[in-house]
Each structure stands twice: as structure tokens, then as C-alpha cells.
């Protein structure tokens, strides 16, 4: 049987086709004059050999190596798990060899719909936030701001949500410090017109240790409870919270320059189309942010092994090349530290989707941060001060990771996906397919389609509807997550529990 399937090179150097839809045995792939038999089923978003491709030589896709071929592998082979190995190494030395890779960017809105702060900040919502600092008040915590509305009422807020987590107390070293920090990050952050903190009283997390890592605040916004300290704290609460309320309530959004928008780039549940379609339209998006003044954050740092040294090569400096070197191999030795496997990448769920190496998913990856110079790298819990692209030291798990780009000041997520998730973080979370198929089932999941590229939309179109579609979220159309009211937080821990 002969037949002309949809196969994508993505690059002339690669000795591999990715399947646009699934293709049989027997049937004939041809590609800018190539013509290769199928010798095996190939399914949608995997790979296939388009030459002959030696035992040991390099399998290379995006024109990089994703690997080395356990085998002889034959053109019109399926290429998987099966037949390629990962080609990474642990601790490695790396040299600072700049150059620019910057591409022409798509322009776009100048100006969104936000909302000013007193202290100068910017926020795309205006939210009251329970943060609670330990878990034990987190029943507390709902109680009180189920009270607090049916007795009040409130109208006119974008949300109203409590931050449970498990942490604030029976932790040590950096565990400690991340609760505090990542907390503190929450109640300082610009998309919460007003919070309240509630604590405890006996948490290592005390209160007064957190005030002096919060700093100052707005105190008609921000306001702090002891539960052992007070006499009905349910009381105590909605009071606290009726008063912020009123210090909010006419709160308008304005006219903000978009270089004052923070944006995080994270992916999850990828498949063989997510560096094709939605990974590189989060690029062109973060290219236009940057050139417009503003600020975009990558992280899931296990997701660059593989993929460094082009993060590397763009360091505006020497100072960033040095620091992305610690970021990459401070997070290797972690690994190393807890006696796991470095390149223990991709999930199931990823390799089921076409991601064969951790190089796979990494090159494919880190094309969420476009072409723009790296100007850079965060430590966990550290807010963004430097406009363009940065770099934060955050695990690839996506409540982690979102959470953390949240804390470094991001106003929203993007979330590329290509097998679909629901969960959203405590900023607007916006889901983003790889293909249509995905977005046709989970409507209620997915945001934005960026399958389009594979049905015939061009490049261009959809990077300028992806760019106004994003303003208009940061202006204050809800993402899929708000509406559904999933909204969670998760810190990142490393060490014992007492």
C-alpha cells in the first residue's frame, strides 16, 4: 500500500519525522523528495527514522541530539524508548560562548487593564486572600471566609480564596525558610487587593518571625491573627476581613504599560506536538513581552538538562552564564544528594505522547523562552526584579513550579499541555494545547488551542490572536481554572518532617 502521510521535520538536520496523525506499516512517507517505507506502526506525535541511523550515532531532532541509538536503526523505523537511550551526563563544565539567537517578533497591545497599588505594584486581580501560616487554621481559615460571606456579602472582587497548605511547622533549615518565603511572596503579591494572615500561635512559623520576613505592609490591605490569641477567632476574622474589604471594594482597573506584566512559562503532560505548536508560540509571546519592556520567567529546571547550554549561550553577561551553570548543577547535585537518577524524565504520560529522552522534552522545553537574551536567574522564592527572561531555580512538578513562578511575581501561568490537566495555581493559570484533539475534549480545561498550527492556521495569525487572547486575561477575562474554582498551592520540600 502507498500512500503520502503528514510527517514534520522540524529542522533539516534531523535524521527524524514527527507523525502528524498516525501512519501504518507498509505505508510510504514522502518528505521534500525523500521517500521512506514505514517498517512499523507509527503513532500520532512520535517519531520515525528517515535514514539510516548507526548504533551509538546521535538521533536528532530540532537539530540537536535527544540521544544516542541503542541500536541500528533503519529508515522507516519507529524511534522510541526501545531503540534510544539518553546521551546526558551528570556534573558538567561549561564554557561562556555568547551569541545571539534573537528572530523578528510580532507586535502587539501596548497597554492592559490592571490595577494599581499603593506601593507602586501592579495586579491583574483583585482578590482576598486567607494565607494561612500553618496548616493546623486551615479549617479555621475556610470557616471564617464562609462566614465572612454570608454575612456580609461582599460584591465586586475578582475572587475570594484561602491558601491551604501543609506546612509551617515540624520543618527545619531550608524547609522553614521556603514556607516563610513562599507565604510571604502570597501576601505580597499585587493580584490580592487585601489579605489576611492567620496563624496559630504555637508554629515554628510564628507570627512575629513572619512579620520580619514580610516586611512592610499596606495595613488597611494586609491584617494578622493569632487564633490562640483571641477569644472567638471566627469573630476575630470576619471583622478583619469586613475591614479590608471596605479598604478594597473600590478598587478600578486603569490603563497599565504591558512592561509591567510578569508572565511564567510552564509545561506538563507534553506530547510529540508541544515543541512543534504550543511551546514555540509561548516563545514568539515571551519574545513580544520582552521587547515591550516586560518580564517572563522560565523554571522546571530538570527540563533543561539537555537544553542548557542554549540558555547558557544567550546570558546577556558573563555574571548570568555563571549563575545559569548554578542553577543547572546545583540541581543536579540535589538529585545526587538524595541518591536519584538525574535523567529519570520523561513521566509515562510524556513517553506515551511521543517524548522518547529527557533531551526530547528539554529541547522542546525550553523553546517557551523564545529567542530573547537571558538577563536572570532566581532563586526559589526570589521576586523578579530584572525586566526580559529569566530563570528560576523551581522542580518540574506543575503545582510546585506554578506556584513558585507565582511567588517570584508573576501575574498569570501559561501552561502548555499535551495531554490535558485541569489544576490551577494561586495567579490565573492558562491551559495552552499542543493539538486540537485535546482542546476539542476538555473545552472546560483548555484556554487556547495551539493545535491550530497543525490545521492549517498560520504562524503569524495565531501568535497575534495568542497575544491579545493573553492581554485580555491580564485585563480580566477569566481563565478556565478561575471559573472552575481550582486554585491550590504547593512549596517546594526538601528535607525531614519532625
Request: with cysteine; glycine share 10%; hydrophobic share 35%.
Amino acid at each position: 500500500m502507498t500512500a503520502t502521510y503528514n510527517f514534520h521535520q522540524i529542522t533539516p538536520q534531523d535524521n527524524v519525522a514527527v507523525a502528524l496523525q498516525a501512519a501504518l506499516k507498509g505505508e510510504v512517507l514522502t518528505l521534500d523528495g525523500l521517500s521512506v517505507t514505514l517498517t512499523e506502526d507509527i503513532p500520532v506525535g512520535h517519531k520515525v527514522a528517515l535514514k539510516a541511523i548507526a548504533q551509538g550515532e546521535d538521533v536528532r531532532k530540532y537539530g540537536f541530539s535527544i540521544g544516542k541509538a541503542r541500536e541500528a536503526i533503519a529508515p522507516g523505523q519507529w524511534v522510541h524508548t526501545h531503540n534510544v537511550k539518553t546521551g546526558l551526563h551528570d556534573l558538567m563544565e561549561y564554557r561562556y560562548e555568547p551569541h545571539s539567537t534573537e528572530t523578528a517578533v510580532l507586535d502587539g497591545p501596548d497597554t492592559f487593564r490592571g490595577y494599581r497599588r499603593k506601593n507602586g505594584d501592579v495586579g491583574i486581580r483583585n482578590e482576598l486572600w486567607i494565607v494561612p501560616t500553618v496548616g493546623c487554621v486551615n479549617g479555621v481559615a475556610q470557616l471564617i471566609l464562609k462566614k465572612f460571606q454570608e454575612r456580609v456579602n461582599p460584591q465586586g472582587l475578582d475572587a475570594m480564596e484561602v491558601f491551604s497548605h501543609n506546612y509551617g511547622c515540624s520543618q527545619l533549615g531550608d524547609d522553614h525558610e521556603n514556607t516563610k518565603t513562599i507565604l510571604a511572596d502570597l501576601v505580597k503579591h499585587p493580584n490580592a487587593g487585601g489579605v489576611l494572615v492567620l496563624g496559630l500561635g504555637c508554629e515554628n512559623n510564628t507570627m512575629d518571625q513572619f512579620k520580619a520576613a514580610l516586611g512592610p505592609v499596606d495595613e488597611d490591605r494586609v491584617k494578622f491573627i493569632v487564633t490562640q490569641q483571641v477569644g472567638n477567632e471566627v469573630e476575630a476574622g470576619i471583622k478583619a476581613l469586613t475591614e479590608i474589604y471596605h479598604a478594597m471594594e473600590k478598587d478600578t482597573r486603569e490603563d497599565i504599560p504591558v512592561s509591567e506584566l510578569k508572565i511564567g512559562l510552564k509545561c506538563g503532560g507534553s506530547d510529540g506536538f508541544s515543541g512543534i505548536t504550543a511551546n514555540p508560540l509561548l516563545g514568539r509571546f515571551s519574545d513580544y513581552l520582552v521587547k515591550k519592556g516586560g518580564t517572563t520567567i522560565l523554571t522546571e529546571v530538570p527540563e533543561m538538562f539537555g537544553a542548557e547550554t542554549i540558555l547558557m549561550d544567550r546570558a546577556k553577561d558573563e555574571e548570568v552564564f555563571g549563575k545559569i551553570v548554578n542553577l543547572v548543577n546545583d540541581f543536579k547535585q540535589y538529585f545526587i544528594d538524595n541518591r536519584q537518577p538525574i535523567y529519570e524524565n520523561p513521566s509515562p504520560g510524556n513517553k506515551e505522547g511521543g517524548i522518547t529522552t529527557l533531551e526530547d522534552k528539554s529541547l522542546g522545553c525550553t523553546q517557551k523562552g523564545g529567542s530573547s537574551t537571558v538577563t536572570d536567574v532566581l532563586k526559589y522564592g526570589e521576586i523578579a526584579k530584572t525586566p526580559g527572561l529569566n530563570l528560576l531555580s523551581a522542580p518540574g512538578n506543575d503545582l510546585v513550579a506554578s506556584t513558585a513562578l507565582g511567588a517570584s511575581g508573576c501575574h498569570m501561568v501559561l501552561f502548555t499541555t499535551g495531554r490535558g490537566t485541569p489544576f490551577g495555581s494561586f495567579v490565573p493559570t492558562v491551559k495552552i494545547s499542543s493539538n486540537s484533539r485535546i482542546h476539542a475534549l476538555k473545552p472546560h480545561w483548555i484556554d487556547f488551542n495551539a493545535g491550530e498550527l497543525l490545521d492549517g492556521k498560520s504562524s503569524d495569525e495565531l501568535t497575534k490572536d495568542f497575544i491579545d487572547y493573553i492581554i485580555g486575561v491580564a485585563s480580566g477575562v477569566l481563565a478556565n481554572n478561575e471559573k472552575n474554582g481550582f486554585r491550590e498551592i504547593a512549596i517546594f520540600k526538601t528535607g525531614v518532617t519532625l
